[in-house]
């Protein structure tokens, strides 16, 4: 290799380092809810749902066939998913995603209405030809680009190097929100790790940057001090002594007294010439 091609191999792995760092932009629930209002079609509308709650690829997810959907024992299987060694073992990563019993409903309802297709996500195009994989995500990817303008939240984020804008959120996002929204609920790292199918924890670890807002309740909550509860002391008896009371009311008499007769001889001897 030249030391010129060394040098700009270099940099693309230095800005890969860089980019690598880079936080991602997360929906919040507040502007998902906003989102999908602009959503008018159901198959964009699914495709969100198993994002946010399946943490699937986009990728994956127009590529899942119900042939790998049990639902009898809520799970998913993601055949030939994402993996970064594939040019070295040619071939992606399988991997089992189970399903939460909350969404089961969900799920039996939408195979109910789409139980003739074959993929998940079905693509309709009468009287032409399926398109490609490539093809799709760009599809879907405009269908949330529309939404995301009529919900205001169509922001660009930076430029790309040919010169194109790279939005804040896109079809990405939806994995990214269950991911942490996963590690909010304080699911372990490792876990997570495995339910998104990350080939390591360092990229898993991005989760734990984006919920310190959470990290801050724990620690405060951690340095609450409270005060050990007990039961209240009992009330003090107090006994009257009258007999005490009187000898000393009788001795304040007493000094009261002597101090007026002090206080006279004081002026008598300031007015005795």
Same mark, same amino acid.
């Given at each position: 290799?030249?030391?010129?091609?060394?040098?700009?191999?270099?940099?693309?792995?230095?800005?890969?380092?860089m980019n690598k760092e880079r936080l991602p932009c997360v929906l919040t629930r507040e502007q998902l809810v906003k989102?999908?209002?602009?959503?008018?079609?159901?198959?964009?509308?699914?495709?969100?749902?198993?994002?946010?709650?399946?943490?699937?690829?986009?990728?994956?997810?127009?590529?899942?066939?119900?042939?790998?959907?049990?639902?009898?024992?809520?799970?998913?299987?993601?055949?030939?998913?994402?993996?970064?060694?594939?040019?070295?073992?040619?071939?992606?990563?399988?991997?089992?995603?189970?399903?939460?019993?909350?969404?089961?409903?969900?799920?039996?309802?939408?195979?109910?209405?789409?139980?003739?297709?074959?993929?998940?996500?079905?693509?309709?195009?009468?009287?032409?030809?399926?398109?490609?994989?490539?093809?799709?995500?760009?599809?879907?990817?405009?269908?949330?680009?529309?939404?995301?303008?009529?919900?205001?939240?169509?922001?660009?984020?930076?430029?790309? &190097?040919?010169?194109? /804008?790279?939005? +804040?959120?896109?079809?990405?996002?939806?994995? !990214? $929100?269950?991911?942490?929204? %996963?590690?909010?609920?304080?699911?372990?790292?490792?876990?997570?790790?495995?339910?998104?199918?990350?080939?390591?924890?360092?990229?898993?670890?991005?989760?734990?940057?984006?919920?310190?807002?959470?990290?801050?309740?724990?620690?405060?909550?951690?340095? &609450?001090?409270?005060? /050990?509860?007990? +039961?209240?002391?009992?009330?003090?008896?107090? !006994? $009257?002594?009258?007999?005490? %009371?009187?000898?000393?009311?009788?001795?304040?008499?007493?000094?009261?007294?002597?101090?007026?007769?002090?206080?006279?001889?004081?002026?008598?001897?300031?007015?005795?010439?």
């Open positions: 290799m030249g030391r010129k091609k060394f040098i700009r191999q270099e940099k693309k792995n230095s800005d890969f380092k989102v999908l209002h602009y959503i008018n079609d159901s198959r964009m509308a699914m495709v969100i749902f198993i994002g946010c709650f399946q943490g699937l690829r986009i990728g994956e997810i127009l590529s899942l066939k119900w042939q790998d959907v049990d639902l009898s024992y809520g799970m998913i299987t993601v055949k030939d998913g994402k993996n970064v060694k594939r040019f070295k073992t040619g071939y992606g990563k399988d991997r089992k995603v189970p399903i939460n019993d909350k969404f089961l409903r969900v799920w039996k309802t939408w195979q109910y209405y789409n139980s003739e297709e074959e993929y998940v996500i079905p693509t309709r195009f009468p009287n032409r030809k399926k398109p490609g994989l490539n093809s799709l995500k760009r599809l879907y990817q405009d269908k949330f680009v529309n939404a995301l303008k009529k919900a205001g939240l169509l922001i660009v984020d930076y430029l790309q &190097e040919d010169g194109k /804008p790279r939005y +804040k959120y896109h079809l990405h996002t939806f994995r !990214h $929100v269950c991911g942490t929204n %996963l590690r909010r609920m304080g699911v372990p790292l490792e876990d997570i790790q495995e339910f998104l199918g990350h080939s390591d924890i360092e990229t898993t670890m991005i989760y734990s940057r984006l919920t310190k807002d959470e990290l801050k309740t724990v620690i405060e909550k951690g340095y &609450e001090f409270r005060l /050990p509860t007990s +039961k209240p002391l009992a009330p003090i008896q107090v !006994h $009257v002594d009258k007999e005490a %009371l009187t000898l000393q009311k009788e001795i304040l008499d007493k000094q009261l007294r002597l101090k007026q007769m002090q206080m006279m001889e004081a002026r008598i001897s300031v007015n005795t010439p």
